[in-house]
Structures are given as C-alpha cells and as structure tokens.
C-alpha cells in the first residue's frame, strides 16, 4: 500500500501533501481512474482547498477552532477532543480524479493534511483504482 | 473526462445536478459501480440532502453563514473566506454509487453543487468507475 | 447491492457498524479495493472516528447540537432541519481501503452510521470496487 509519512511540528498544522500523492501516482502504472488518499488518525483530517494564499488556511483553522475550542467540558480524558470532532468535519479521506497518469485538480486546489493534535508522525495511505479504459490495458499486459 | 458546467445566478446558490450526473452515466457504458463527482473550485462544494422541500437547502444555508459570516475579520483579502471555509466543510467531492446504469441514491436524496461565491461559471468533473463484473465484462469485449 | 439493516433507538445515535461492513467485504470475492459505504437517508450521515473511548462520540454529538439545535427558527416544517444539517456535515458516504480481503482502517478508528432524527429503521449500501491487481485475478478467471 503506497504510503505517505508526514511529521508535523504545532498542534494545528495543515500541510499540502499534492506533490507527494502525484509522486506515487507517477511511481504506479495507472494513467486513468482514482486516488483514495486515506487518514487512519483519529485527530487528523484531509480537506483540498486553495494553497495558493496561505491567509485561506489560516482563515478556515481559525474558524475550526471558534466552533470547537480546545477546552469546551469535553467528556473525553485526553484533552484532544477538538481534533477528534474536527477530524469528523472535515473526513478521513478525499477521493481524487487521475488522467492521463497525472492528478486532475482544480487550479487553485491543493490536498491538505490537517493535523489537529500534533506535533506527530502521521502516515496517510493512498489506493489507486483504475477506470474502465486502464483495467482493460491492465488486462492486455496480462495475456 | 465527462463535465457539468453550471452558471450560477446568486453568491449563494445549490443547485440539483443530479439528472445531469445521471446523463453522463447513461451516455456511458458503464452499469455497475460508482461516479467520483468532483468540484475543481475552492469557493464551491458538492453535498447530497434532500431536494423535494427547498426549505431544507434554505436552512442548511442559513446555518453556514451563521457559522461563518461573510465578512468575519478574515485574514484573506478576496473578502469570501467564508466561501472557501464552506467548501471545505460540505467537501469537493461526492461518490455515488451505479446500478444498472442508474445513479443508486436515497428516495428524498439529490446531489446539489454549493455555490459559495457566485454568480460564477462553474464545472463538475465526473469520474465512472466500473465495479468488478463491469470490469470482466470490458475485458471480453477486449479479446 | 450489499446491504446493512440497523434499527435506531434514539433520536441521536451512532453505531459502528465497522464488523458489518467487514463480513459483506469477507463474503465477496474481493482481495485488494475500495468499499463505498453509502446512506441513503437525508437525516442521517457516516463518519470515521475513535470506537474506543465511547465519550469521544458524546463530545461530537454535544457539539453538533450546539451548532444545529433542533429547534432554531427552520422554515423545513417537518421539525427535523437540524438532521439533515447535521447529515451534510459529516457526509453521505465513506469510502474505505480494503487490502487481503480486510478494511484497512486506523488502530482507533471505527465507521459509525449516525443517527440524528431516530428511532428509524436504516440502511447502508456498500459498492465493493477492485484495484488493478484484483481486477486482472477476475479477467483470469473468466478465460
């Protein structure tokens, strides 16, 4: 399973991971079909948004952190139950076009990895799923 | 790669594309697996909710600008932070599931694109993927 | 279309439904891919999070209905806004890595289905889709 590792290094830390999922993309056979880049974190997210500006991150950080404060009479003993709820926010996975063996993106988009309770060694895990087209070349290269 | 384009007419505006998802699937010929419906843009989301009584959009959308007004002392200066804030929330990206050549939804289900920061032209990149047996099924055709 | 039935005891629950989906997974032919876990209902949602510590789904649960409470003003007339609020929130679907026949999920994370305007009666359909290795296997077996 392709793999990612990232070490983060605040609490709150989003860090834009696109080049590192193209990489294992071009390192794959697939040209068509579709990324599933995983978080296995439970205080951890994935979002794409602009990565063009930073003031963007830190504007939806911001807010993130408005709605669900750190200390709030959280029942959970850890004191991370933020990142847990932001985690379910934002989700654990974002789904991805592949053409053309390159990531089919908006052009103000980017991945993020969203750490919410580090700094940690993260890992995030892709899945290439090929379309119809590339099972059928896939099955050429068989016979 | 299969698209939607759609003009917007408000700042804030979600509008059901859940026929026109259904076309593309029936111009292709795929009949079994699933539909990666992707927004490109960063001020833009997709979401699935109901689409028979309006007012249920209309209170979704009342609630996220409540969360994240428009203007807010944001650090970015395009002055729509909250656009981008709500598209991270609601996600780029939906997958449907296909059976038969039909979009498998919920009876009071419909596939709406967000606009946050319009009027806009705005696309919606659809990717097919065929489950296994339309997988084999390609592959005969192949030989 | 695999299925999962669950029957609801509260207006707001979550149940993890990780093993179900496990067996639908272990009964298919399927090794390496994804699994789509799909709710077809608008007042109710799925998300991936800590199934440990039961207080970290409380936490969440907590601030959903701070931020939507059930009654607030909605024009939806049904009484029920709030759900399908809390249901674009958190989102429709997840889709899940499957390696050697088993969901390749984090130590701490479990798939919850999310219950917001119970007691119903639920179902969650789940679209199994082949990576390329799995997809070859099937083409073999067919010649």
């Known amino acids: 399973m392709p793999e990612i590792t990232i070490q983060t290094a605040s609490r709150i830390e989003f860090v834009d991971i696109t080049q590192q999922v193209q990489r294992l993309i071009s390192d794959s056979q697939m040209t068509d079909g579709l990324a599933l880049v995983y978080c296995p974190h439970t205080t ?30 959280y029942l959970h003993r850890e004191g991370n139950s933020d990142a847990h709820i932001k985690a379910s926010l934002l989700g654990s996975s974002q789904t991805l076009i592949v053409t053309k063996g390159r990531l089919k993106i908006g052009t103000w988009q980017g991945l993020f990895f969203c750490e919410f ?12 799923i090929p379309a119809k087209e590339s099972a059928a070349r896939s099955v050429n290269n068989v016979q």
Chains 1, 2, 3 share one sequence.
């Open 44 to 73: 951890a997210a994935l979002t794409i948004n602009e990565n063009d500006d930073p003031d963007v991150v830190a504007d939806i950080q911001r807010k993130l952190a408005e709605w669900a404060p750190q200390h709030d009479g």
């Open 117 to 128: 309770d580090g700094p940690r060694r993260r890992r995030v895990w892709v899945q290439l």
